[in-house]
């Protein structure tokens, strides 16, 4: 139990363009999704924090204008990278929580490629 | 506010070794503890948790206790296998809202 998909798991986009990130938790409902991006020296940073039907609370530091949350259903919740730029380029992960638990389980990750 | 330190990495350890992965936290109130484990090129995955002191996480021939009186909550396996080679995070996390804080990961390398 307790699995989540991500999805995709490669995406290569062009500079300018947006793309979409999907998280599904299969088998549990997600109250609450977490969105993470990870860095080459593997360090993981939070960008934010999102429950079904409100908008999401973001890191300081993170453009929400830039990184779009949605979190509409209690199984899905996706991130757009709106006109991506190379340095948008890295590893993004999704962690879907119900609500009386404490861990996070999370997808597959999704490795962006902005050319 | 709340925060992991984990010990740097890379650990390199011969088949059958015994591990020990150091993890302290610092922290409001009683958190959970957690250690996820990270393939190349995959997301992560929970090995164990521990919600209250003294509780002993363990799964798959690795454990882990939290310890209260030392802020801690290390990471040990008996006898490691090339396939435990990963990147390990040890985390903490109240419920709701609160987002789970990672330490910045171990990577573990084992040779046969």
């Known amino acids: 139990g307790a699995v989540v998909s991500q999805h995709p798991s490669r995406v290569i986009c062009k500079s300018g363009t947006s793309v979409k990130i999907e998280c599904r938790s299969l088998d549990f409902q997600a109250t609450t999704m977490f969105w993470y991006r990870q860095f080459p020296k593997q360090s993981l940073m939070l960008m934010a924090t999102?429950?079904?039907?409100?908008?999401?609370?973001?890191e300081q530091g993170v453009e929400k204008d830039k990184f779009l949350i949605n979190h509409a259903s209690l199984t899905l919740s996706t991130l757009t990278v709106t006109s991506a730029h190379p340095e948008d380029s890295s590893f993004y992960i999704c962690?879907?929580?119900?609500?009386?638990?404490?861990?996070?389980?999370f997808g597959q990750g999704t490795r962006l490629t902005v050319v | 506010g709340n925060s992991v330190t984990q010990m740097e990495g890379p650990v390199t350890l011969s088949e059958e070794a015994f591990l020990t992965i150091n993890c302290t936290y610092t922290?409001?109130?009683?958190?959970?503890l957690f250690w996820y484990v990270q393939y190349p090129g995959e997301g992560l995955q929970l090995l164990l948790k521990?919600?209250?002191?003294?509780d002993k996480g363990s799964n798959k021939g690795f454990e882990a206790t939290y310890r209260k009186e030392t802020t801690s909550f290390h990471l040990e396996k008996g006898s490691v296998q090339v396939s435990d080679s990963a990147v390990y995070f040890c985390a903490l996390s109240g419920r709701g809202n609160t987002p789970l804080v990672f330490g910045k990961g171990t990577r573990l390398s084992v040779i046969a």
């Open positions: 922290a409001t109130g009683y958190p959970s």
């Open positions: 999102s429950n079904e039907g409100s908008k999401a609370t973001y």
């Open positions: 962690g879907g929580r119900v609500r009386t638990g404490t861990e996070a389980f």
């Open positions: 521990a919600t209250k002191a003294d």
